[in-house]
């Protein structure tokens, strides 16, 4: 029979992020004469017929690196169809690990803070890896404003409370919404959190906002991603459509929602974790879990192969 090319069945990818205590993760460049050569990569290899992620990722860390996990937990999973290859690149955070990291099969190694990882230099692939270390655990979503002086103090003891990724979803039109955002966006920045505006690619556009959040309505009519690399673009999706649309559009992370039964959506069927895991896995980039959340939810989200929570009531409190 004649060889149609790519293989059919996906390659399972144990990937791992080791983390030192200064929050930098180690990178490995892969060698010129492999499959993504010259790449940089996170260390990992092919997961073996019988052998979980966890137990592949132990042989692997050890055979390249010399270091043994003492302890990991899932970051994302990301399935990619390079054309000659397919892979599911199962991640995993590694925090807690022993001996000393060398590059055993002679690549060089390098430490790197997660704004310091140009995806550029990694395979394809990698892109939602390198965003899920950079976007934190919290996505919290603003009340509507009624009196901004008010609204203000909130944002205030929102980033005081170490918050550091929030969008801004307040129904006010022209001038006062912009002010309103210009303002929020200066006490965003001032402590190094990000402000993302909900549902106004031109308003995230003329503020030079860290970026914008797409609602269901608007990422299902969009055909390009509106806005550069350096400005996120983040989307509500309620079901595998929509997250293979945020897919093809680029997207950099999502809301998936809702997870749990929600005062602020009475009628709304909650999706369950079982539902959630699922979509999740499905999705090259991160996702938040939204609907009927608190902050101690964020465990079980990542568990369930999530990004962290987002919310309005519970956190923007
Ligand atoms: N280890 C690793 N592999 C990745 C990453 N991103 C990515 O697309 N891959 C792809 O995953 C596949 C398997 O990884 P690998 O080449 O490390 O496998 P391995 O250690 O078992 O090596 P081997 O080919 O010598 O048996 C490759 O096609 C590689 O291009 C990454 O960050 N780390
Ligand atoms: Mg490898």
């Known amino acids: 029979m004649p060889s149609t090319g790519a293989d059919p069945i996906p390659l399972r990818v144990a990937v791992g992020v080791v983390r030192d205590e200064r929050g930098r993760v180690l990178v490995a460049r892969r060698a010129l004469d492999?499959?993504?050569g010259g790449r940089w990569e996170f260390p990992g290899?092919?997961?073996?017929?019988?052998?979980?992620?966890?137990?592949?990722l132990r042989r692997e860390l050890t055979e390249e690196l010399g270091i043994t996990v003492d302890e990991c937990r899932p970051l994302i999973r990301i399935a990619h169809d390079y054309g000659d290859r397919q892979v599911v690149l199962e991640v995993r955070t590694v925090d807690r690990w022993s001996g000393e990291a060398v590059g055993l099969e002679g690549q060089p190694l390098d430490w790197r803070l997660p704004h310091e990882l140009d995806p550029a230099d990694?395979?394809?692939a990698n892109r939602g890896i390198i965003t899920a270390l950079r976007l934190p655990g919290h996505y919290v979503i603003s009340a509507d404003c009624?009196?901004?002086?008010a609204w203000l103090a909130m944002l205030d003891r929102v980033l005081a409370g170490g918050e550091r990724l929030i969008q801004f979803r307040v129904r006010l039109q022209g001038e006062d919404r912009r002010v309103l955002a210009d303002e929020a966006l200066a006490r965003c920045r001032a402590v190094g959190a990000r402000l993302l505006i909900n549902g106004d690619v031109?308003?995230?556009r003329a503020l030079a906002a860290d970026g914008v959040h797409l609602t269901g309505r608007e990422l299902s009519r969009l055909?390009?991603?509106?806005?550069?690399?350096?400005?996120?673009v983040a989307a509500s999706c309620h079901d595998p459509q929509a997250i293979r649309q945020a897919a093809s559009l680029g997207v950099?992370?999502?809301v998936l929602s809702p997870v749990a039964a929600t005062a602020s959506h009475?009628?709304?069927q909650p999706l369950g974790w079982a539902a959630f895991n699922g979509w999740a896995a499905e999705a090259p980039f991160p996702v938040y879990a939204l609907g009927g959340m608190t902050p101690d939810d964020r465990a079980m989200a990542c568990r369930q192969g999530g990004q962290g929570v987002a919310g309005i009531s519970g956190f923007w409190a």
């Open 122 to 124: 990694f395979p394809a």
């Open 266 to 268: 009475p009628g709304a």
């Open 146 to 149: 009624h009196e901004p002086a």
């Open 252 to 254: 950099d992370f999502a």
């Open 202 to 204: 031109a308003l995230a």
């Open 34 to 36: 492999r499959h993504q």
């Open 45 to 56: 290899g092919k997961v073996e017929v019988d052998e979980s992620v966890s137990t592949a």
């Open 223 to 232: 055909r390009e991603r509106p806005l550069p690399p350096d400005q996120w």
